[in-house]
């Protein structure tokens, strides 16, 4: 069983920049969530894909978007880089249904995150 | 808004004693409730689940409570070890506001001296 592997692990950007940062989901899981987790804190959920479409997004501006590929991996994409974008981004597949309920309880499987530093 | 709190400071234990995690959550009803461990420079790793209709959850060492009255949940490590040691996530879902996102606290930090 492949677990989920993240692309790059660390990343220097410059403020106002673009960047992809990518996913490879675990086999046989069908949905990603990305997450965004600055220094001593808890992992802020930015939006999750199902079957290839945004199934939530959490409190963060459209310069934050996502892909999910018909083979289940992902990208985040964040335009017009700012010093704040500074954190560990963190992708997790599950197995889900496809239903709403099916999506609350899926244990999650992280991959070890891009470090993305914007000076 | 929702807002979900953890131990804010780290907990120091002594090998071999019960340590015991806290989570406290408002303007929020959770269907399911998750905890995660998660090691320097990892991400987070799945531990448990528990759900609103369960009061307890064991898995050998750990044990998780789940009370929604009082909108709080304990994790509790046993005989803990010092390769317990390390940051511990709790993770709320299943509320209807908040279709299928997991919302995770800021963790607690567990440290446990030999």
């Known amino acids: 069983e492949t677990g989920v592997t993240q692309s790059p692990t660390h990343l220097i950007k410059t403020r106002g920049q673009q960047v992809t940062l990518r996913c490879s989901s675990q086999?046989?899981?069908?949905?990603v969530s990305w997450y965004q987790q600055a220094l001593g804190q808890g992992p802020q959920f930015i939006f999750q894909?199902?079957?290839?479409?945004?199934?939530g997004r959490g409190n963060f501006p459209p310069r934050f978007s996502g892909l999910q590929f018909p083979n289940y991996s992902s990208e985040l994409n964040v335009n017009a880089l700012e010093l704040d974008d500074s954190a560990l981004y963190l992708c997790?597949?599950?197995?889900?249904?496809?239903?709403?309920?099916?999506?609350?309880?899926?244990?999650?499987?992280f991959g070890n995150g891009t470090r993305l530093t914007v000076t | 808004s929702q807002k979900i709190e953890q131990n804010s400071e780290a907990l120091n234990i002594q090998e071999g004693k019960t340590a015991t995690l806290t989570c406290n959550y408002t303007?929020?009803?959770?269907?399911?409730l998750q905890w995660y461990r998660q090691d320097p420079g990892r991400g987070p790793v799945f531990l448990l689940l528990?759900?609103?209709?369960?009061k307890e959850k064991r898995k050998e060492r750990l044990k998780v409570t789940f009370d929604t009255t009082l909108k709080q949940s304990l994790f509790h490590i046993t005989a803990s070890q010092p390769a317990d040691s390390a940051t511990y996530l709790c993770?709320?879902?299943?509320?209807?506001?908040?279709?299928?996102?997991?919302?995770f606290g800021s963790g607690t930090r567990l440290s446990i001296r030999p």
């Open positions: 997790a597949s599950s197995l889900d249904g496809g239903t709403v309920r099916r999506s609350y309880n899926s244990p999650l499987h």
């Open positions: 086999s046989g899981h069908n949905t």
């Open positions: 894909y199902y079957r290839e479409e945004e199934n």
């Open positions: 303007n929020y009803s959770p269907a399911y």
């Open positions: 528990i759900r609103e209709n369960e």
């Open positions: 993770a709320l879902s299943g509320s209807r506001s908040s279709a299928s996102k997991i919302i």
